[in-house]
């Protein structure tokens, strides 16, 4: 398992190690204690899992209290998956970093509280799964606007974009709710 840093700190890419034989492959997608060792000291309390089709965008999504961090691993298809630092006194504020996620390369992407998170679907259906270390909370969960120029997510080319009507109505930075 290797953890590579982003351009954002504390938005790890994680790389399992891919144990593969004749029966097929091995690989662990989350260990305790590899992960403390990385620096990530995590406790998860709920599992999540999405199917989405092609050009599909889910986000910018966070939680302004109860915030979650996330471990997001695509199971199946390929994804473009986005974080953005929603902390004012971050030197990052703003700024976006993204991994293509895809059932091939099983690799993971760990977002951690005070960021938002969102991926588009870039084959015809994507499984996501991602692990949360905070509960749901809909009364606290806010959408940044995925398109918002301030931000400047590089999204890439996938077809119509699919959104919900609440991450229609996201909001531009400027007006959105930040961690302090
Ligand atoms: C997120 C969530 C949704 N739901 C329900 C509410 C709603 O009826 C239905 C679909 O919810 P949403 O439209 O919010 O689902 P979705 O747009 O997939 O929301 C998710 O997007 C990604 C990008 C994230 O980072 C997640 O944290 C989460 O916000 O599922 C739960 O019961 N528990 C949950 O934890």
């Not at 260990?31 to 986000?59: E, I, M, P, T, Y």
């Not at 974080?83 to 996620?101: C, E, I, K, N």
């Not at 059932?103 to 509280?113: A, D, Q």
């Amino acid at each position: 398992m290797e953890f590579v840093k982003t351009s954002l700190p504390g938005v790890v890419h994680v790389r399992p190690k891919i144990f593969g034989d004749p029966r097929g492959f091995f690989m662990e997608v989350y260990h305790a204690g590899r992960f403390r060792d990385a620096g990530l000291d995590l406790h998860f309390v709920q599992d999540n899992l999405s199917r989405s089709r092609r050009g599909v965008l889910r986000g910018l999504h966070y939680q302004i209290q109860h915030p979650q961090g996330k471990l997001v691993t695509c199971l199946a298809g390929v994804i473009f998956d986005v974080a953005v630092d929603m902390r004012r006194s971050s030197p990052t504020f703003g700024q976006w970093t993204a991994v293509t996620l895809t059932g091939e390369n099983r690799e993971s992407l760990y977002v951690p509280p005070g960021f938002a998170h969102g991926f588009c679907v870039l084959s015809e259906s994507a499984d996501v799964f991602y692990k949360c270390t905070d509960l749901y909370h809909p009364e606290h969960e806010r959408s940044l606007l995925w398109n918002d120029q301030t931000v400047g997510v590089a999204w890439p080319e996938c077809g119509e974009v699919t959104l919900s009507e609440k991450d229609r109505q996201g909001k531009p930075l400027d007006q959105a709710e930040c961690f302090e």
